[in-house]
């Protein structure tokens, strides 16, 4: 699953994170159900700070920053995007130890008294948007040039030769745009 975790014997003295299904059925403009969707997320509320999580935020724009995002990008006619990054909180790499049940109904019969030790986060993990967070600003956005913008940790800036492309965060929504017509090869899908 995503290289999320790892089974492992179950450590003592180590505090474990209970596991749950949410499911959810998807449905079009007519109210016909067109797919149905599971998803497995820790119960954060069994989360103990400082044993679990150490630091837990959420970035949230500066109105300023807004303004002055959309004065740069009006006054050079730069031509803003939007997207959601889908499951974001499942890409974020995680840097405590964090174990997790085994999912019901998908234990391991071979190892069923083991637990998952996370790599990356899991929809419910209180450090899931910090994790997400430091893996798009450290791991992709500066190592591709680009700046904090001031005292904003949510706008980013990359100037090269006559190019300058701006992009700003919003948890899992990111609005950016480039002076060049063509969408430079840093923000296009890789």
Not at 135 to 160: A, C, H, M, P, Q
Request: with cysteine.
């Amino acid at each position: 699953m995503n290289n999320m975790w790892y089974l492992v014997p179950r450590p003592k003295y180590k505090h474990v994170i209970g596991t749950k299904w949410i499911f959810k059925n998807k449905q079009d403009e007519n109210g016909v159900i067109i797919r149905n969707k599971a998803r497995l997320v820790a119960q954060e509320y069994s989360q103990i700070e400082g044993i679990d999580c150490e630091e837990t935020f959420a970035l949230v724009d500066r109105l300023k920053s807004i303004r002055i995002l959309l004065a740069i990008t009006c006054s050079l006619r730069i031509k803003l995007y939007q997207m959601d990054v889908k499951s974001a909180f499942l890409n974020g790499i995680l840097s405590e130890q964090v174990y997790v049940e085994q999912p019901k109904g998908f234990e391991d019969p071979k190892f069923p008294n083991y637990l998952y030790r996370l790599k990356k986060a899991l929809y419910g993990l209180n450090q899931a948007l910090r994790a997400w967070n430091e893996r798009l600003t450290i791991t992709y956005l500066l190592e591709k040039k680009f700046e904090k913008w001031g005292v904003d940790k949510t706008l980013f800036i990359n100037r090269s030769n006559d190019e300058l492309l701006v992009a700003q965060t919003y948890v899992d929504d990111i609005i950016f745009g480039a002076t060049s017509r063509d969408l430079p090869l840093v923000l296009q899908k890789r």
